[in-house]
């Protein structure tokens, strides 16, 4: 009875012991050519986004800059510092 059972190995001790099951003549090892291709980004994401003009797409980008403008200075250092896991100093600045 043959079966073909395809495995990921993700420690290199498991290539000799698969190695040495080939030499008891307990598995055949067979090597194939894995091709990684690239997605085709532009078939994959088609239609995933409606069209919009340029000035829309401008005008958004410009909504989101401003509105990061507009948060405290606090409250950003506050995030800027949970994001790097200094929390600590983010309680002191809304305390």
């Known amino acids: 009875m043959i079966q073909t059972v395809t495995i990921d190995i993700i420690n290199e001790k498991a290539i000799h012991l698969l190695h040495d099951l080939e030499l008891l003549q307990l598995i ?3 090597k194939e050519n894995v ?9 994959l994401y088609k239609g995933a986004m409606s069209k919009q003009s340029l000035n829309d797409i401008e005008s958004q980008l410009n909504e989101l800059r401003n509105g990061w403008a507009k ?5 950003k250092h506050c995030h800027l510092l949970s994001t790097m896991a200094v929390p600590k100093q983010c309680g002191e600045v809304h305390g």
């Open 28 to 30: 055949r090892m067979r």
């Open 35 to 43: 091709i990684t291709a690239t997605p085709d980004w532009a078939t």
């Open 71 to 75: 948060i405290p200075l606090g409250y």
